[in-house]
């Protein structure tokens, strides 16, 4: 049984469910999970952990500052153990961009940090444009309209591929 920490950031609390979902799967292989957000992490002791996974969310095209400045503050610890990183971004809504290696948004991260994960994920997010604030509801429907996606302003919709979620979750269990 291990120790496994899952450290994450989250803008509307998609990857927060991700990381519920990957603790639930996780706990089936009879490890034992953390699952902790970004702001508390500074709070763990990370030395009590057995594998280390990071997940992080886009907003206009960025993963969150406070990931980068923890990646970069704990790379030689993260480096020590067992480690993960997935990105949930609408973009991997898209076939073509939904593999660690064709999402854009995950490579540009990647070539930000010096941190190399040795197990990469990327998983599709949520549209909820009812619970945004007006300024990023219009950004976001620009953003979907010029990359072809839903506009409507009362849609919620979810891309989340759970299936690929628990399977991630496995890859976890067994790293």
């Not at 949930?88 to 540009?108: D, F, T």
């Not at 996606?149 to 790293?175: C, H, I, L, N």
Request: with cysteine; hydrophobic share 40%.
């Amino acid at each position: 049984m291990a120790n496994i920490l899952i450290i994450y950031s989250t803008t509307d609390g998609q990857t927060r469910k991700i990381c519920q979902r990957l603790q639930q799967v996780i706990e089936q292989k009879a490890h034992h999970v953390t699952v902790v957000p970004i702001q508390d992490a500074p709070r763990i002791d990370l030395t009590a952990f057995d594998k280390i996974v990071i997940g992080a969310s886009i907003r206009y095209g960025k993963h969150s500052s406070l990931i980068v400045d923890f990646i970069e503050k704990n790379r030689s610890f993260l480096d020590s153990r067992p480690n993960a990183f997935f990105s949930v971004n609408v973009v991997a809504r898209k076939p073509e961009k939904s593999k660690p290696e064709h999402n854009p948004y995950l490579q540009k991260f990647l070539r930000q940090i010096a941190w190399k994960p040795r197990e990469l994920a990327v998983i599709a997010g949520k549209i909820d444009y009812p619970s945004y604030r007006f300024f990023d509801r219009l950004m976001i429907r620009l953003i979907m309209w010029m990359t072809k996606g839903p506009t409507d302003p009362k849609a919620v919709v979810e891309f989340t591929d759970w299936d690929q979620v628990e399977s991630f979750g496995r890859v976890v269990s067994d790293m």
